[in-house]
C-alpha cells in the first residue's frame, strides 16, 4: 500500500512503523471475512481493511472526524484478522498508532470521557472497585444491569496449599479477576501444587497489569502499573523463579509486551524484557506438564470450551486446554465459528454496549447447542460477559480442574 505521511509521522518512530505495516497490507479483505464487526454491521468502514484506509488517511493529513473515531473504537482488538492475513499486517499495533493519533485530534463529548475517565481509575483499582460495589448495593436500581452484574464481587472458597515446592514461580495477582472470581487463582495454586510447583502471589504488586489504561489510551496510568508490578516482581526475578504466570489470558500478552512498551525507559527496559521472557499464560504452564498424576472423572461431563481472543489470536494458543481436559475424561461439545470473539474485549461491552450485546448472543447460542454442563474459558473478561446470560455455569478451566478433578 503506498503512503505519503506528513510530517511528523513521516520521521517519527511510530510513522515509520505504521508505514512499514501498511505497506504490507494488500488489499485482500480476507481479514473482513474473519471480523466480528464488519459480520454484525457490514459496513467496509467497521472491518480491519476500512480501518486500515482511514489511519493511512488520518497519517496522511486528511481531515477526520468523531465518525473517524467512532470506527477505530468499534474495534474488539481480537486481532482475528491478524491470524487471517496471509501477509502478516500487525493490524492491532497501527490501531494502537491510529487511535493515539486521533485521539490528540478530535475531542470525545464529554459523556464518553466521563465514562473512559471512571473505567480507567475503576476497574484496575481494587479499593475503588469496592467503594463502587457498596454503591451498587445502595443504588443498584438506578444502574444498568450489565454494570451491576459485571461488578458483582466474590468470597474464595478454595483453600491454599500449606506445602512447597522446589520449582517456583511467581502470578500476577490480577485486579478485576482477583475481586470478582478469586478462585480462579487459588485453583492455580492448587492445581500446580498436585503438580510439584508453588506459585507465589505476589501481594505489593499494584495487580494490575496495565491492559486496561493501555486500551483506553491513558499511556501514564498504563506505564505506572507496569513500573509497579515490575518492582514488586524484580526480587523474585533475581532469586530465579522459572515463570511469571498469568491466569487471565487477556492480561498475558500485555505482560508479555512489557519489553516493547517500556523500550525506551532506560531506567525499566532492560527489567521490562525480562519480565517479558518469563511471562506465560497458565496454559502454557501446564502444556509442559504430565496430568496423569490428577485423577480423571468416573464418569464423563459434557463441556464447553469458549478459546478467549486473547488466547487463540493475541498468544497463538490453541488446542491445549482441550487436549488437557479430554484427557482427564470431559467430553468437549463443538462450537461453531469459535475464533469470533464473545464481545467481552476488555472495556468494551460497557462502552459500545450494542455490539457487544449480539455478539454475546450469538456466542451463547453456539456455546450452549449441545447443552453442557459447564462452559469453561480462560479470561475473566470473557466468563463475566458470558455468565450474564448463560444458563449454565461459566467458570476459569482451571477451577474445573481444582473443584471436580482434584
Request: hydrophobic share 40%.
Given at each position: 500500500?503506498?503512503?505519503?505521511?506528513?510530517?511528523?509521522?513521516?520521521?517519527?518512530?511510530?510513522?515509520?512503523?505504521?508505514?512499514?505495516?501498511?505497506?504490507?497490507?494488500?488489499?485482500?479483505?480476507?481479514?473482513?471475512?474473519?471480523?466480528?464487526?464488519?459480520?454484525?454491521?457490514?459496513?467496509?468502514?467497521?472491518?480491519?481493511?476500512?480501518?486500515?484506509?482511514?489511519?493511512?488517511?488520518?497519517?496522511?493529513?486528511?481531515?477526520?472526524?468523531?465518525?473517524?473515531?467512532?470506527?477505530?473504537?468499534?474495534?474488539?482488538?481480537?486481532?482475528?484478522?491478524?491470524?487471517?492475513?496471509?501477509?502478516?499486517?500487525?493490524y492491532s499495533r497501527l490501531l494502537e498508532i491510529g487511535q493515539e493519533v486521533i485521539n490528540t485530534k478530535v475531542k470525545r463529548n464529554p459523556?464518553?470521557?466521563?465514562?473512559?475517565?471512571?473505567?480507567?481509575?475503576?476497574?484496575?483499582?481494587?479499593?475503588?472497585?469496592?467503594?463502587?460495589?457498596?454503591?451498587?448495593?445502595?443504588?443498584?436500581?438506578?444502574?444498568?444491569?450489565?454494570?451491576?452484574?459485571?461488578?458483582?464481587?466474590?468470597?474464595?472458597?478454595?483453600?491454599?496449599?500449606?506445602?512447597?515446592?522446589?520449582?517456583?514461580?511467581?502470578?500476577?495477582?490480577?485486579?478485576?479477576?482477583?475481586?470478582?472470581?478469586?478462585?480462579?487463582?487459588?485453583?492455580?495454586?492448587?492445581?500446580?501444587?498436585?503438580?510439584?510447583?508453588?506459585?507465589?502471589?505476589?501481594?505489593?504488586?499494584?495487580?494490575?497489569?496495565?491492559?486496561?489504561?493501555?486500551?483506553?489510551?491513558?499511556?501514564?496510568?498504563?506505564?505506572?502499573?507496569?513500573?509497579?508490578?515490575?518492582?514488586?516482581?524484580?526480587?523474585?526475578?533475581?532469586?530465579?523463579?522459572?515463570?511469571?504466570?498469568?491466569?487471565?489470558?487477556?492480561?498475558?500478552?500485555?505482560?508479555?509486551?512489557?519489553?516493547?512498551?517500556?523500550?525506551?525507559?532506560?531506567?525499566?527496559?532492560?527489567?521490562?524484557?525480562?519480565?517479558?521472557?518469563?511471562?506465560?499464560?497458565?496454559?502454557?504452564?501446564?502444556?509442559?506438564?504430565?496430568?496423569?498424576?490428577?485423577?480423571?472423572?468416573?464418569?464423563?461431563?459434557?463441556?464447553?470450551?469458549?478459546?478467549?481472543?486473547?488466547?487463540?489470536?493475541?498468544?497463538?494458543?490453541?488446542?491445549?486446554?482441550?487436549?488437557?481436559?479430554?484427557?482427564?475424561?470431559?467430553?468437549?461439545?463443538?462450537?461453531?465459528?469459535?475464533?469470533?470473539?464473545?464481545?467481552?474485549?476488555?472495556?468494551?461491552?460497557?462502552?459500545?454496549?450494542?455490539?457487544?450485546?449480539?455478539?454475546?448472543?450469538?456466542?451463547?447460542?453456539?456455546?450452549?447447542?449441545?447443552?453442557?454442563?459447564?462452559?469453561?474459558?480462560?479470561?475473566?473478561?470473557?466468563?463475566?460477559?458470558?455468565?450474564?446470560?448463560?444458563?449454565?455455569?461459566?467458570?476459569?478451566?482451571?477451577?474445573?480442574?481444582?473443584?471436580?478433578?482434584?
Open positions: 500500500m503506498k503512503t505519503d505521511f506528513v510530517k511528523p509521522y513521516s520521521e517519527n518512530s511510530e510513522g515509520k512503523i505504521a508505514n512499514d505495516i501498511l505497506r504490507r497490507c494488500v488489499h485482500c479483505g480476507f481479514c473482513n471475512a474473519t471480523c466480528p464487526t464488519y459480520q454484525l454491521l457490514g459496513d467496509e468502514l467497521d472491518g480491519p481493511r476500512g480501518r486500515i484506509y482511514l489511519i493511512k488517511q488520518l497519517l496522511e493529513g486528511k481531515e477526520v472526524t468523531r465518525k473517524t473515531q467512532l470506527h477505530l473504537d468499534r474495534c474488539l482488538i481480537c486481532k482475528s484478522c491478524e491470524t487471517t492475513c496471509p501477509s502478516g499486517v500487525q459523556w464518553s470521557r466521563l465514562n473512559r475517565f471512571a473505567f480507567n481509575k475503576l476497574l484496575p483499582n481494587m479499593s475503588k472497585l469496592r467503594w463502587f460495589y457498596l454503591f451498587i448495593g445502595m443504588f443498584g436500581a438506578f444502574l444498568p444491569a450489565r454494570v451491576e452484574k459485571a461488578f458483582e464481587l466474590k468470597t474464595p472458597r478454595l483453600l491454599l496449599p500449606a506445602s512447597s515446592h522446589a520449582r517456583r514461580m511467581l502470578m500476577l495477582r490480577g485486579c478485576v479477576q482477583s475481586e470478582l472470581s478469586p478462585d480462579t487463582n487459588r485453583a492455580a495454586i492448587q492445581v500446580l501444587d498436585k503438580l510439584g510447583i508453588t506459585l507465589i502471589e505476589e501481594q505489593r504488586s499494584s495487580s494490575c497489569c496495565g491492559a486496561v489504561s493501555h486500551h483506553l489510551s491513558c499511556a501514564q496510568d498504563a506505564r505506572k502499573y507496569m513500573c509497579d508490578n515490575i518492582d514488586a516482581w524484580w526480587s523474585h526475578v533475581e532469586d530465579g523463579i522459572e515463570a511469571i504466570v498469568i491466569t487471565a489470558s487477556g492480561c498475558a500478552p500485555h505482560v508479555k509486551d512489557y519489553g516493547r512498551l517500556l523500550a525506551d525507559d532506560r531506567q525499566y527496559a532492560e527489567k521490562a524484557r525480562r519480565v517479558s521472557e518469563l511471562a506465560k499464560d497458565v496454559t502454557e504452564v501446564c502444556a509442559e506438564l504430565d496430568f496423569s498424576k490428577l485423577n480423571k472423572l468416573e464418569q464423563s461431563k459434557k463441556i464447553v470450551f469458549h478459546p478467549p481472543c486473547s488466547l487463540q489470536h493475541g498468544q497463538k494458543i490453541t488446542g491445549v486446554v482441550e487436549s488437557i481436559l479430554e484427557g482427564l475424561g470431559y467430553e468437549l461439545s463443538p462450537v461453531a465459528d469459535s475464533h469470533i470473539c464473545c464481545g467481552a474485549a476488555g472495556t468494551y461491552s460497557l462502552l459500545q454496549a450494542k455490539i457487544s450485546d449480539q455478539l454475546l448472543i450469538n456466542k451463547i447460542v453456539a456455546l450452549q447447542k449441545y447443552q453442557p454442563h459447564f462452559i469453561v474459558s480462560s479470561n475473566i473478561g470473557c466468563i463475566v460477559h458470558l455468565q450474564r446470560d448463560a444458563s449454565v455455569p461459566v467458570i476459569h478451566w482451571v477451577e474445573l480442574l481444582a473443584e471436580f478433578n482434584l
